[in-house]
């Protein structure tokens, strides 16, 4: 009998020892926390913007570990066979977790799976599980349902998280709705650098209106962080007055350069030109480039009048007054003329008379010359030039006489000096200043082939024989087959030395003048060859009868011979 109940005993004790053995292997081969914890935050997605934002990034929930009923199914139980059997546990009173098991189903690569375990729960769509599910919508090529989900989140102020709606909106391509959250208060107002990448989003979209929706919903400063997105954003708008500020944020030597092209783009002249004004009014501003860019702009004007302060104190020269002189143009307005006239009354001479050349060649002659003969360097010689040449160009004889007159008054002049007395001098002149001016040529060594043998003409004409003959004879060392010279100096000779020292110099002119020709009768009856002379005429006569003064000659020559008769019918004929 005892034997009996013992063995009923070991039947009893055997099986229970082996059942708690089992159960303590199984619990020696679960995985311990630590183990558990870092596959659930591998598990989970990485927000977007942990490093973007001052935003906190959605906290990875501390989750017990799944049922081992349960992850011995996760690689192959389908959606509702887990669903049913989590259900099933919770009523045990087990410790299982919707979350985890689905966070256990994404690391078995089967998303589908866990989103349909999600909604098959009834805790699988609460603000627990709303972060994974919008990550799963999209691993599983949902996006539409991702984003309306994001879109509902956006609508109203919730129990969700700010970052996770902000991380959601990234992680799906949709960060028009982080600006949208913001806007009906669900999420804070975005910080700069979240402010800034939801601009730069929207602008490459060509969203104008979720840059106008941000800025409603934030006074974080992004266009100080990015100018030139703001300048952009601010063109594409026609926002010129924000482009301008826009342009205040960029460093300091690229400020101008931007406000102008902002205003050209606009196609705001006046503004541009009221910008490049106010820029040439600042200490040290590079005038001529601003002056280029008034004419680029249609101000020919006003970028006279920046020229003008630019070449102040310049020679015309330099290269700002001569783009100024070409501004100015032929006959410039009265503030050039009045500028031209204050340059030449400052600094030296040498200055003063360039200044007051270029004046004098774009006023009119007459109020030039006015000025010019006011002018301090009035007396000098060149400035004396610039006086004559303007007389004769205004039509005053009698002020280019009276230049004239103290030109030519023992001054010494150089050649190039004469040439332009020469060229400059008045038209109606007296014998005397001529004269003075052929001599001036001559001794400069710039005559006229005639020059000698107009100053032999004046001296004859004056009585002066001996001049003139002095005059001819340096005239016909360059030019000896010169028959009025010639002829001038038969009758010079003659008048100094008489008929015998006339003679050669008329043979000589006789030799260059034309068989048939009046000139030839006459030198051959001063030579006394009157027969000759006679026969000549009739020649003439016979092929021109109606020239009288060939019958005047002929009837002259006529009575020379002594034949007075024949004389008076050819003047009867």
Known sequence: ??????????????????????????????????E???????????????????????????????????TAQIATADAATLATLTTRLIAEGQPVSTLQVAYDLVAAKRPAVALDYLAARPDGATAATWRLRIDLLHRTGRD????????????????????????????????????????NHVIPPPDTALALDLARRADKAGRRDLIALLDTTTTANWRAADPWLAIRVAARSKDTAAGLRAAGFLPVEQRQAAREVILTEAGDRAGLRTELLAHATASGAPLE???????????????????????????????????????????????????????????????????????????????????VTRHPLADETDVMLMRLSLARAAGNDAAGRTVLAALLDGRTL??????????????????????????????????????????????????????????????????????????LMADVQARINGVRGARPWLERALAQTPADSRARAELLEKLGRRDEAVRLVETLRSETPQDRSLAALHARLLITQGQPGRARTVLAQ
């Not at 309306?148 to 991380?167: H, N, Q, S, Y």
């Not at 307005?333 to 400052?346: E, I, P, R, V, Y």
């Open 1 to 34: 009998m005892r034997i009996d109940r013992h063995r009923a005993r070991l039947a009893l004790l055997l099986p229970a020892l082996t059942g708690i053995g089992l159960l303590a292997g199984g619990l020696m081969l679960l995985p311990k926390e630590r």
């Open 36 to 70: 558990i914890l870092p596959a659930v935050r591998r598990a989970q997605p990485v927000p977007f913007l942990a490093t973007r934002s001052s935003m906190p990034a959605p906290a990875s929930p501390v989750l017990p570990p799944a049922h081992p009923s349960i």
């Open 144 to 183: 539409a349902n991702a984003a309306a989900l994001v879109a509902r989140a956006a609508e109203k102020r919730g129990p969700l998280p700010a970052a996770d709606i902000v991380a959601a909106a990234y992680a799906i391509d949709r960060p028009d709705l982080v600006i949208v959250a913001a806007a």
């Open 289 to 371: 480039p601003i002056a280029e860019r008034l004419i680029a702009a249609g101000y020919r004007g006003d970028a006279t009048a920046v020229l003008r302060r630019a070449a102040a104190g310049l020679a015309p020269t330099a290269p700002a007054a001569q783009r100024l002189l070409y501004l100015m143009g032929p006959r410039p307005g009265s503030d050039d003329l009045a500028w031209l006239k204050q340059q030449s009354l400052q600094g030296s001479a040498i200055r003063q008379r360039t200044w007051l050349a270029c004046y004098a060649e774009r006023d009119q002659p007459g109020a030039a010359l006015a000025f």
């Open 414 to 487: 150089s050649p190039d000096q004469v040439r332009a007395v020469s060229a400059a001098a008045p038209v109606r002149i007296d014998l005397a200043q001529a004269a003075a001016i052929t001599k001036r040529r001559v001794a400069a060594g710039i005559a006229a082939p005639r020059d000698q043998l107009d100053l032999a003409w004046v001296a004859w004409n004056a009585g002066d024989a001996k001049a003139a003959g002095q005059w001819l004879d340096a005239h016909l060392a360059t030019t000896p087959t010169d028959l009025p010279a010639l002829r």
